[in-house]
T-cell receptor, first 114, second 115 residues
Framework: GDSVTQMEGPVTLSEEAFLTINCTYT??????LFWYVQYPGEGLQLLLK?????DKGSNKGFEATYRKETTSFHLEKGSVQVSDSAVYFC?????????????FGRGTQLTVWP | EPEVTQTPSHQVTQMGQEVILRCVPI?????FYWYRQILGQKVEFLVS????????KSEIFDDQFSVERPDGSNFTLKIRSTKLEDSAMYFC?????????????FGEGSRLTVL
């Protein structure tokens, strides 16, 4: 079945450091892939997405490329800020699945120190 | 900016008690969902709801669970007789239409602790 495995946290970085959070997936079809972020005290919100192989999603300096050959969708940012401290969730939606059924990973807690 | 709101933020209950978690989705959204996350585990889909009926439910969503949209604004999740393993963070979400794009709008969650 469909599933997402993402890097265990927590991840602690200094401001301006490079960030990678790994995400790999298993899917029976051709999924769309997403990163959601949850800032403290808020709900999960869509950060970026990619709907087909080799697509790159980007937003707020974050990027992730849909790699079909490695079934991966790693999240990267070149220079993190304190305000990026949050929990990051990788997710997929199989094209054949109905409505809003997303498959999530466990989430990775990121803490950025000044 | 419109947002999904959930109440309560934290509820502690005794095993066997009924619990109702409440959600107010974004007002023009038509599709509603519940997800949950047991501590340290993945966020899991429970149920989707459209046009006043369940569209899809997961294997987790057994007869102990029910959902309802009792009026034009609230969307509730009821657990009839809570078990210890129901302890989790429950997230409500909504979307404007069939979220083939994957964009759901989530509330900040209701933490349920069953003792």
């Amino acid at each position: 079945g469909d599933s997402v495995t993402q890097m265990e946290g927590p991840v602690t970085l200094s401001e301006e450091a490079f960030l990678t959070i790994n995400c790999t997936y298993t899917a029976t079809g051709y999924p769309s892939l997403f990163w959601y972020v949850q800032y403290p005290g808020e709900g999960l919100q869509l950060l970026l997405k990619a709907t087909k192989a080799d697509d790159k999603g980007s937003n707020k300096g974050f990027e992730a490329t849909y790699r079909k050959e490695t079934t991966s969708f790693h999240l990267e940012k070149g220079s993190v800020q304190v305000s990026d401290s949050a929990v990051y969730f990788c997710a997929l939606k199989d094209r054949g699945s109905t409505l809003g059924r997303l498959y999530f990973g466990r989430g990775t807690q990121l803490t950025v120190w000044p | 900016e419109p947002e999904v709101t959930q109440t309560p933020s934290h509820q502690v209950t005794q095993m066997g008690q009924e619990v109702i978690l409440r959600c107010v989705p974004i007002s023009n959204h038509l599709y509603f969902y519940w997800y949950r996350q047991i501590l340290g585990q993945k966020v899991e889909f429970l149920v989707s709801f459209y046009n006043n009926e369940i569209s899809e439910k997961s294997e987790i969503f057994d007869d102990q669970f029910s959902v309802e949209r009792p009026d034009g604004s609230n969307f509730t999740l009821k657990i009839r007789s809570t078990k210890l393993e129901d302890s989790a963070m429950y997230f409500c979400a909504s979307s404007e239409w069939d979220s083939s794009t994957g964009e759901l709008f989530f509330g900040e969650g209701s933490r349920l602790t069953v003792l």
